[in-house]
């Protein structure tokens, strides 16, 4: 295309959506373009764009000294992570993990031949419930995959000591929780294996990108890697590796990062104190615990509708809010274990799973990011009254 007719088109775009008011769920927090300009005319310099670059070299021992970790090894994305992830594990046979997360979750271990078997989630913090993960533990169980949902920190200790009793190994799935921590400690520091996510969604992005984080040296080789084809030296191939590397555009982007990231988590968290306030007398709506021994990121801010209170079902509120150019997402909803690849899983039956396929049909994620306005926030909430206070809204048609 055209470099003037591509500029031209998105002026237009960005204009009719700041003319028509669009509030979009997420918006990726970037940095001044100048600053990674700087970065960017260095990569042109050296042309070495790949392969454990310096800045890559850079972003791993500057990403583990700000999260509290011993090792980093980037990824180009996030999926890729959780794929290696299982691999350096050895894992094999079955793997317990929740149903309320995004796919990726379970598609990581699906391509490593490994059966997922979903247990349900607690219905305060919505991760996998520890008091019902020893039941489903069989011969074939080789690990528990759990996520920290919206950045919730899990029951690390009871399912550490599950893991212990039974010989499991862990992987935490942290795309959620990127700089989270419980005590003084940073949540990335439990388990086996801890992996994030760079999406441009999360609240630390490198466009797209991921990491595996350990605190064990050995391991940390063995991920580098499986993350280059499995290559140890330049004639040495140890595993059949995969190309996961993070290019130095990525690393450079997520040096800058680190830069904001503080004050970019302390403005989520202002208007997660607003978005609280403005709905605390609305009937039938929920928010999720804050938990005092936690340094939260406000990832998210998801609600949950009680239809017998609010009046109305959660599709309804969606469905009026988007006719209003407000999309929010029912993250997550459908749950992971109605989907066509999974669905047939003895362990994906409903009636196995009963609070994540209630507490999937009441959430809603409402928007959050840095460039959200106060005044969006309030747009946001006056809807959400308006459509608890309109009844005819029952009557509307929900596709």
């Not at 009719?16 to 990726?28: L, Y």
């Not at 992996?195 to 441009?200: G, Y």
Request: glycine letters at 6%.
């Amino acid at each position: 295309m055209n470099p003037d007719l591509f500029a031209k088109s998105l002026n237009t775009f960005e204009a009719a959506h700041k003319e028509n008011g669009h509030i979009f769920v997420t918006r990726p927090d970037l940095p001044p373009l100048d600053e990674f300009t700087e970065y960017l005319e260095k990569i042109w310099q050296r042309r070495w764009v790949t392969n454990n670059g310096l800045f890559h070299q850079q972003f791993e021992e500057a990403l583990a000294k700000y999260l509290g970790v011993k090792y980093v090894s980037l990824f180009s994305n996030g999926t890729l992570a959780l794929v290696v992830a299982t691999q350096v594990l050895r894992l094999s046979g079955e793997v317990i993990t929740t149903p309320y997360s995004f796919v990726a979750t379970t598609h990581a271990l699906n391509w490593n031949g490994i059966e997922p078997v979903f247990c349900d989630i607690d219905p305060l913090t919505l991760n996998l419930d520890p008091d019902k993960i020893e039941k489903l533990i069989t011969p074939q169980t080789s690990a528990i995959l759990p996520v920290h949902v919206y950045g919730n920190p899990c029951d690390v200790e009871k399912i550490g000591q599950i893991a212990d009793t039974y010989g499991l190994k862990i992987i935490y799935d942290a795309a959620h929780a990127f700089g989270v921590k419980k005590g003084s400690d940073s949540i990335l520091n439990f388990g086996d294996l801890s992996v994030l996510s760079f999406h441009a969604t999360k609240i630390f992005t490198t466009m797209e990108g991921g990491a595996i984080v350990t605190n064990d040296e050995k391991l940390k080789k063995r991920i580098d890697y499986l993350k280059n084809f499995g290559f140890a030296d330049e004639t040495t191939v140890i595993a059949p590796g995969i190309n996961g590397k993070m290019n130095e555009m990525q690393a450079a982007l997520g040096l800058v990062q680190l830069k904001y990231i503080d004050e970019r988590i302390e403005k989520r968290k202002m208007l997660t104190r607003l978005y609280k306030n403005l709905l605390s007398g609305v009937p039938g709506i929920s928010c999720l615990t804050e938990f005092d021994n936690v340094d939260h990121n406000y990832a998210y801010f998801p609600i949950f509708i009680d239809e017998n209170k609010f009046g109305h079902a959660r599709d309804v509120l969606y469905e009026n809010l988007k006719q209003q150019e407000i999309y929010a997402r029912r993250y997550f909803y459908p749950l992971i274990s109605h989907f066509p690849m999974y669905r047939g899983l003895p362990s994906a039956l409903a009636e196995k799973l009963p609070v994540a396929e209630h507490m999937s049909k009441q959430v809603i994620c409402l928007p959050l990011y840095c460039d959200l306005g106060e005044e969006q926030v309030e747009r946001v909430c006056t809807e959400i009254k308006n459509v608890y206070e309109n009844h005819a809204y029952k009557e509307m048609e929900i596709v």
